[in-house]
């Protein structure tokens, strides 16, 4: 336990954001196929549910199944494919699902790019909050504490995503020494019920290494 405090503050202490990252992106890219398999309720599912023999809910459904089982070159190939091929709406999920590969490579240009258009041209609300929200994780590492806030915006009162918010801000607090600030995000996380296993104990690290610091 004590080797994980060491290396988050190390990281953070450093740096290393792209390091911290790829050691979470997990919990954020599964959550982008928890939100596509979570369609069920909406709208847009129902038309999906619909029209499934159309070709963008099937290229779409065959990434899910490649991201599941692994496959992540053919998952790939389907997502330029239904970047190519898809409805508006599909197209936005590819985009997004696109920004993952890009960044697991280190090309964090293209993946502003990406969250950039997708914030400038969906009318999905979801979606454009999870772009603001990944972008966040990439601007950590260059923005004040006070512009941070400000870029997450009301994303942090988010049902959905508000969680996820405060973990990124409590990190911008870390970066540019506002401890305390910090603190009240992470006590925000572990207060919360639908705070999950994973970020629960990611909150109780970051919050050891905010505390020492005061």
Do not use: C, P
């Amino acid at each position: 336990m004590s080797n994980l405090f060491n290396e988050i503050d190390e990281d953070l202490r450093q740096d290393k954001l792209k390091t911290l990252w790829n050691k979470y992106r997990a919990a954020v890219f599964t959550f982008v196929i928890v939100i596509a398999l979570g369609l069920t309720s909406s709208e847009f599912y129902q038309y999906w549910s619909t029209s499934k023999e159309k070709n963008s809910g099937l290229i779409f459904s065959k990434i899910i199944d490649n991201i599941i089982q692994g496959d992540i070159q053919l998952a790939q190939d389907n997502i330029d494919k239904l970047s190519n091929e898809g409805t508006k709406n599909y197209k936005s999920y590819a985009l997004v699902l696109k920004s993952d590969f890009l960044l697991s490579q280190g090309n964090l240009i293209e993946v502003e790019k990406i969250y950039d258009e997708i914030i400038d041209t969906t009318n999905n609300s979801l979606l454009k909050n999870l772009a603001i929200l990944k972008l966040s994780y990439i601007k950590v590492d260059n923005y004040s504490f006070d512009q941070m806030k400000q870029e997450l915006g009301d994303l942090l009162g988010d049902k959905t995503l508000g969680l996820f918010a405060h973990e990124v801000l409590a990190m911008s607090a870390y970066k540019n020494e506002v401890y305390d600030k910090g603190i009240a995000s992470l006590e925000i996380i572990l207060s919360d019920e639908r705070t999950t296993n994973s970020m629960f104990d990611r909150a109780q690290m970051m919050l050891k290494v905010l505390s020492s610091k005061i």
